[in-house]
């Protein structure tokens, strides 16, 4: 069945610091792929998506390349802020769109 | 525009007891979604309606859990009777794209925070 796996947290990094939040996926077929934030008190928000192999999604600096070859889709930005701290979840959904898979989550937590 | 509501945001309730969690849906969605994320764990779907029918509720963990949405608006899930290991974060989410269309995004609520002690 359709799974991903994205890299446990917690993270704690200084602010301005280089972020990479591995995901990885296991799924056939036509995909989906996203990352999804959880903020302090809020629900869950699309951060960025990717609908089909090789596109980049982009969205407050922070970037993800869906990588058939080797099934990935991790999050990067260049210089984190304070305001990033969050919860990161990876997730795919299949060709139908209507199911989704998300990872366990990564806490960010970015200090001054 | 008001997105996803959920209500109560919090509860906390004895094993054995009933709880039941309300989402309304972003007005004009056809699609909602029910999703749990377990202390720690991924979130997993657990069902999914369009309008008032069930579509696909293959993530229901057993007939203790009961969804409805009646007239294709907002939607219920009920707990009976709770078990400890029901604790967890319960999201639900809605759509307004059609059933079979590649790239759907769906919009998630805060989430409805529930213990089972």
């Known amino acids: 069945g359709n799974s991903v796996t994205q890299m446990e947290g917690p993270v704690t990094l200084s602010e301005e610091a280089f972020l990479t939040i591995n995901c990885t996926y296991t799924?056939?077929?036509?995909?989906?792929l996203f990352w999804y934030v959880q903020y302090p008190g809020e629900g869950l928000q699309l951060l960025l998506k990717?609908?089909?192999?090789?596109d980049k999604g982009s969205n407050k600096g922070f970037e993800a390349t869906y990588r058939k070859e080797t099934t990935s889709f991790h999050l990067e930005k260049g210089s984190v802020q304070v305001s990033d701290s969050a919860v990161y979840f990876c997730a795919l959904s299949d060709r139908t769109g209507n199911q989704f898979y998300f990872g366990t989550g990564t806490s960010l937590t970015v200090i001054p | 525009e008001a997105g996803v509501t959920q209500f109560p945001s919090h509860s906390v309730i004895e094993k054995g007891q009933t709880v039941t969690l309300r989402c309304d849906p972003i007005?004009?969605?056809?699609?909602l979604y029910w999703y749990r994320r377990v202390m720690g764990k991924e979130i997993k779907f657990l069902l999914h309606f369009v309008k008032e029918s069930k579509q696909d509720e293959s993530g229901m963990p057993n007939n203790r859990f009961l969804a409805e949405r009646t007239g294709g608006t907002y939607s219920t899930l009920k707990v009976q009777p709770a078990e400890l290991e029901d604790s967890g974060v319960y999201f639900c989410a809605s759509s307004p794209i059609g059933t079979g269309l590649f790239g759907n995004t769906i919009y998630f609520g805060e989430g409805s925070w529930l213990t089972v002690v």
């Open positions: 007005s004009g969605h056809d699609n």
């Open positions: 799924a056939t077929g036509y995909l989906s």
């Open positions: 990717a609908t089909k192999a090789d």
